[in-house]
């Protein structure tokens, strides 16, 4: 924004107003405003995030797969009839021969410590999942935070250029209505009172979108007067260190366990795999039962 040295001076003068102006004055109240923290806000979204329960949900279903994969296959009895409604001697049930079985299918090739291995480390990988989201959740809602309180800040220095701008522009036209400034001045002045309101404009732009955005992961509108600017503040009383980032990539980070856990689960299907090659073996034993003769006899059978 071009202003001339005069309004410049007097902008400089008149920012701390303009600022002071944009807060609430609290003078005289009793009790301090009181303000949102970031980890509020952080409680809150764990609370409510959709995303943070259906991650939980994953990892409770993966647990079931661990139970399911460690059972034995279920028993089959079945109920055979023979002889049946056919002609001559074997017309009606008079010659109908019924047997009753119970047949077990026995899994070779080691099928359920390899299925159940799979499982185990699909439910890790569930779990580490439902941790990665969680952290997720946490440094969404913090960048976001703090991205409102940015676009909060930022739409009050528009704000306060937009009003040193019309100030300027204001004294530019009673200097050229004076003659002491030629119209060229004046439109340049008006010039820039319109970049500043288009400037206004989308700051205003922003910091709605940065409000929905929190709003999204708390589950509930934040009003941006409600966050403490004080923590922007705290945040430069450091030299500008960057503490927060957390050590280097290493194997106790989730984003690389559950990646390694993925790997021992692929690994695991590869086992499970190789077993399906073995055939599985049926026993089954029953009885049965001749009408004509009123006689009963057991069934054995094997098959592969």
């Known amino acids: 924004m071009r202003i001339p040295a005069l309004g410049l001076v007097a902008a400089l003068a008149l920012a701390p107003a303009c600022h002071a102006a944009a807060e609430p004055s609290v003078a005289g109240t009793a009790t301090p405003p009181t303000f949102l923290s970031v980890d509020a806000l952080v409680d809150r979204a764990l609370v409510?995030?959709?995303?943070?329960?259906?991650?939980?949900?994953?990892?409770?279903?993966?647990?079931?797969?661990?139970?399911?994969?460690?059972?034995?296959?279920?028993?089959?009895?079945?109920?055979?009839?023979?002889?049946?409604?056919?002609?001559?001697?074997?017309?009606?049930?008079?010659?109908?021969?019924?047997?009753?079985?119970?047949?077990?299918?026995?899994?070779?090739?080691?099928?359920?410590?390899a299925r159940t291995a799979v499982a185990r480390a699909a439910a890790v990988r569930s779990q580490l999942d439902a941790d990665v989201v969680r952290l997720d959740l946490v440094r969404d809602v913090r960048v976001a935070y703090f991205d409102l309180l940015a676009a909060r800040e930022r739409r009050r220095i528009v704000e306060a250029q937009r009003s040193l701008a019309q100030e300027t522009a204001r004294a530019v036209s009673a200097r050229v209505q004076s003659g002491h400034d030629s119209a060229i001045q004046e439109d340049r002045a008006n010039t820039d009172v319109r970049q500043a309101e288009i400037d206004v404009a989308r700051a205003k732009r922003e910091e709605d979108a940065a409000a929905r955005t929190l709003a999204y992961l708390v589950g509930e509108p934040v009003q941006p007067a409600a966050l403490d600017v004080a923590v922007l503040k705290a945040l430069g009383e450091d030299g500008g260190r960057v503490e927060a980032a957390g050590p280097m990539p290493g194997p106790g980070l989730p984003d690389v366990a559950r990646w390694q856990a993925e790997l021992k689960r692929s690994r695991a299907a590869?086992?499970?795999?190789?077993?399906?090659?073995?055939?599985?073996?049926?026993?089954?034993?029953?009885?049965?039962?001749?009408?004509?003769?009123?006689?009963?006899?057991?069934?054995?059978?094997?098959?592969?």
Do not use: C
């Open 48 to 113: 409510t995030s959709p995303r943070l329960k259906a991650a939980a949900a994953r990892a409770d279903a993966a647990q079931g797969d661990v139970m399911q994969a460690d059972v034995l296959p279920n028993p089959e009895f079945s109920i055979q009839g023979e002889n049946l409604a056919g002609s001559g001697p074997y017309r009606g049930t008079r010659a109908l021969e019924t047997t009753y079985g119970l047949n077990q299918l026995v899994e070779l090739g080691g099928k359920r410590d």
């Open 270 to 304: 590869i086992d499970m795999e190789r077993a399906r090659a073995v055939p599985d073996l049926k026993v089954g034993a029953g009885i049965s039962r001749f009408n004509e003769g009123r006689e009963t006899a057991l069934v054995v059978g094997v098959s592969i």
